[in-house]
């Protein structure tokens, strides 16, 4: 097994194929845990529920919350399951050789991600575009990408900037934009209560970063309205 994963870490193309910029390192054992130790990590979580439940003045042995505890670990774990991926394995080798040397954009990806603030959800959509240098990456490979960072708590602004990263590290291009739109649910229903309130961030790497030309571009492109 340890040989298995010194052979990938020599193979893959990603300097960091753990996510680049990992949250912390302790949650590298959620990636390697076993399906016993998963199963206890669920247990401990549903404990935890229960008492949370108990601390909010409700009673977690009613006939509507008894099963709540395991629902919601269940959730929980599944909502932040972009721990248990390897952004080597999410590229999967596709990255191909195309002589194609102007902007390739993929817009509107939905995603969905939770504060690590308050641990409430934060939705919006992200738009990704990068110009290739010799290398193309496979186009659902940038939503997974999105995918796999926004499963993980979260801040808006290291989710836009660990997306432009990686796509950097994968194929190389001359350069990578993100802009993501959001609304926080910890803005509209709690603190200020700002329904409507939209969160706008950017990463310009490489050419979109020196390049005015090349940045209006791409806003413009991610702004115009579909034909499909």
């Keep these: 097994?340890?040989?298995?994963?010194?052979?990938?870490?020599?193979?893959?193309?990603?300097?960091?194929?753990y996510g680049l910029g990992w949250p912390a390192k302790s949650t590298l054992s959620r990636?390697?845990?076993?399906?016993?130790?998963?199963?206890?990590?669920?247990a401990k979580l549903a404990g935890a529920v229960r008492t949370l439940l108990e601390c909010i003045?409700?009673?977690?042995?009613?006939?509507?919350?008894?099963?709540?505890?395991?629902?919601?670990?269940?959730a929980l774990m599944w909502?932040?399951?972009?721990?248990?991926?390897?952004?080597?394995?999410?590229?999967?080798?596709a990255i191909f050789a195309e002589d194609h040397d102007e902007m390739v954009i993929v817009r509107d990806i939905d995603v969905f991600s939770l504060c690590e603030h308050h641990l409430v959800p934060f939705t919006g959509k992200i738009s990704i575009g990068y110009i290739p240098n010799k290398l193309v990456l496979g186009l659902s490979k940038l939503a997974r990408i999105a995918e796999t960072f926004s499963r993980r708590l979260q801040v808006q602004e290291r989710l836009t900037r660990q997306i432009a990263?990686?796509?950097?590290?994968?194929?190389k291009p001359r350069g990578v934009a993100v802009v993501m739109e959001a609304t926080h649910l910890c803005?509209?229903?709690?603190g200020v209560q700002k329904p409507?309130?939209?969160t706008v961030t950017s990463t310009m790497l490489g050419a979109f970063r020196?390049?005015?030309?090349?940045?209006?571009e791409f806003l413009t492109l991610i702004r115009s309205q579909s034909r499909i």
């Design 1 to 17: 097994m340890i040989q298995d994963e010194e052979e990938r870490e020599v193979q893959s193309p990603i300097p960091d194929q």
């Design 31 to 42: 990636l390697h845990s076993t399906a016993e130790e998963r199963l206890e990590r669920e």
């Design 57 to 74: 003045g409700e009673d977690p042995d009613r006939e509507g919350l008894q099963r709540t505890p395991a629902r919601y670990a269940q």
């Design 79 to 93: 909502m932040t399951r972009g721990y248990e991926e390897r952004l080597s394995d999410v590229i999967n080798d």
């Design 165 to 171: 990263i990686a796509v950097q590290e994968a194929v």
């Design 187 to 190: 803005m509209t229903m709690r």
């Design 196 to 198: 409507g309130a939209i």
């Design 210 to 216: 020196t390049n005015q030309k090349t940045r209006e």
